[in-house]
């Protein structure tokens, strides 16, 4: 099993035409549902990058908030996710191209910092302008875009997509600093789930515009739904809690919330696997799932503690844990989730969160936030390798093509929020797999 890695110097998006170092099946001819092809590949390379955008910014906007001393690390993350989109633009469209979303893309970010600057100084005339920016960039953006791709992404839905994820990182930055924390981290999530309406629409319009690059695959399968889905929570779980042990270690107020959240991103991922393998399934997953969150959270307490002891008992607990986890999903899958293969990625899973964070105590922050972003990305290998064997087991119900509106780039979530369900799966899938999330907090 090969989970797939973030390589910060050459990123996976590279040569997104040319997807040479993948052996796929011939499409030709009519096959199961997959969640492995070309097409699908550059949708979750998308996700992954698009919905790290939200997580970084968001967090370098409260780290500049706060004056922290990781604030230049963070940012500095956030430039090289800016670099992958740019050379997947670039791989797609050419190099002037590239260039020309490196610099809007870019320029947007610089207007959230001047909107962090201008809060800061309390300073109400500066924080207009710099809105006024954002809205004379996504106006800028969305016109690139719908003439790259031909206008198969229209301008006008695009500039309304784009107008969410201004409000998002602007409420939840607001909220953060009236100490509001429930609506921020609530509003942070809704914020990362939304540009994955972002990387379906491009991944789908890219596919269409150079079908023979992708070997005639589609973007948005019944399929790519379930991986893009998986995509989405597997991954805000590194977010939610990388951000939560440093939190915890710093006593942060907003520590409480974080968790909220994280403790939701469970219930939700619990409530999938109930809805393929059935409520006991569901409660089994659910309390290996948080006992692990909990282990991580009595590292961080040992380590406020120095104690050295408590330390090395919470790390056998994880290695206790991966090894049962492991056990657990490769029966339920029936194999399809090799034991062995799981529990070597668990390590490094562990290791990953375990080293962003004594790499952050230890003030190293360079290294915490490359190895965040590293555990970032490894997250959506562990959703190829479950989406793939919950397709592999079920392929009735993942087969063919959703029925869906279309949405453009997530134009739909005007109030900051979206439904979650998967769009055009099966009737029985679609009133279960994913519960619809609730999202008062960020709709106040």
């Known amino acids: 099993m090969n989970f797939k890695k973030a390589l910060l110097?050459?990123?996976?998006?590279?040569?997104?035409?040319?997807?040479?170092?993948?052996?796929?099946?011939?499409?030709?001819?009519?096959?199961?549902?997959?969640?492995?092809?070309?097409?699908?590949?550059?949708?979750a390379d998308l996700d992954r990058m698009f919905s790290e955008h939200a997580y970084l910014?968001?967090?370098?906007?409260?780290?500049?908030?706060?004056?922290?001393?990781?604030?230049?690390?963070?940012?500095?993350?956030?430039?090289?996710?800016?670099?992958?989109?740019?050379?997947?633009?670039?791989?797609?469209?050419?190099e002037e191209a590239g260039q020309?979303?490196?610099?809007?893309?870019?320029?947007?970010?610089?207007?959230?910092?001047?909107?962090?600057?201008?809060?800061?100084?309390?300073?109400?005339?500066?924080?207009?302008?710099?809105?006024?920016?954002?809205?004379?960039?996504?106006?800028?953006?969305?016109?690139?875009?719908?003439?790259?791709?031909?206008?198969?992404?229209?301008a006008e839905a695009l500039a309304s997509g784009l107008q969410t994820h201004v409000n998002q990182l602007i409420t939840a930055f607001d909220a953060y600093v009236a100490e509001d924390y429930d609506k921020a981290f609530m509003t942070q999530s809704d914020a990362m789930e939304h540009l994955f309406m972002t990387s379906k629409g491009l991944s789908k319009a890219i596919v269409n515009q150079?079908?023979?690059?992708?070997?005639?695959?589609?973007?948005?399968?019944?399929?790519?739904?379930?991986?893009?889905?998986?995509?989405?929570?597997?991954?805000?779980?590194?977010a939610l809690a990388q951000q939560?042990?440093?939190?915890?270690?710093?006593?942060?107020?907003?520590?409480?919330a974080?968790?909220?959240?994280?403790?939701?991103?469970?219930?939700?991922?619990?409530?999938?696997?109930?809805?393929?393998?059935?409520?006991e399934s569901g409660q089994q997953f659910k309390a290996?799932?948080?006992e692990h969150i909990g282990y991580f959270v009595d590292y961080v307490?040992?380590?406020?503690?120095?104690?050295?002891?408590?330390?090395?008992?919470?790390?056998n607990n994880l290695d206790d844990y991966r090894k049962n986890f492991s056990e657990f999903m490769a029966t339920a899958t029936e194999g399809g989730v090799p034991a062995d293969g799981l529990a070597a990625a668990l390590q490094t899973h562990v290791n990953q969160l375990i080293g962003a964070f004594d790499s952050y105590v230890a003030e190293d922050y360079t290294e915490t936030w490359n190895t965040a972003r590293e555990g970032y990305a490894h997250m959506y290998g562990a959703a190829k390798l479950f989406s793939s064997a919950i397709v592999t087991q079920f392929p009735e119900k993942f087969a063919g093509m959703p029925e869906m509106p279309e949405t453009g780039m997530g134009g739909m979530s005007d109030n900051g929020s979206m439904n979650w369900v998967l769009w055009g799966l099966p009737l029985l899938l679609l009133t279960s797999l994913f519960v619809v999330r609730k999202r008062t907090a960020s709709q106040q």
């Open 210 to 238: 150079f079908p023979e690059k992708f070997e005639n695959t589609k973007a948005v399968t019944n399929a790519a739904n379930l991986r893009s889905d998986l995509n989405f929570l597997l991954s805000e779980h590194f």
């Open 301 to 315: 307490n040992a380590t406020a503690n120095n104690d050295e002891a408590a330390k090395e008992e919470a790390l």
């Open 57 to 94: 910014a968001i967090t370098t906007m409260r780290k500049a908030a706060n004056g922290e001393e990781d604030f230049k690390a963070v940012s500095e993350a956030l430039k090289g996710n800016t670099e992958d989109l740019t050379n997947a633009i670039a791989s797609v469209y050419g």
């Open 9 to 43: 110097a050459i990123p996976l998006s590279a040569s997104l035409l040319v997807p040479s170092g993948l052996a796929f099946a011939d499409y030709s001819q009519p096959a199961m549902p997959t969640v492995e092809t070309p097409a699908v590949e550059l949708r």
């Open 100 to 154: 020309k979303f490196n610099d809007l893309w870019s320029s947007h970010i610089g207007y959230f910092v001047d909107y962090v600057k201008a809060t800061a100084a309390g300073d109400e005339e500066a924080k207009q302008a710099a809105l006024d920016e954002l809205d004379q960039y996504r106006q800028d953006f969305s016109t690139f875009i719908s003439g790259a791709t031909e206008g198969a992404i229209p």
């Open 258 to 279: 974080n968790v909220s959240v994280l403790t939701q991103n469970t219930e939700e991922l619990s409530q999938a696997i109930a809805s393929v393998y059935g409520e």
């Open 244 to 256: 939560a042990m440093q939190n915890g270690i710093d006593g942060d107020p907003e520590f409480k």
């Open 288 to 290: 290996f799932w948080s």
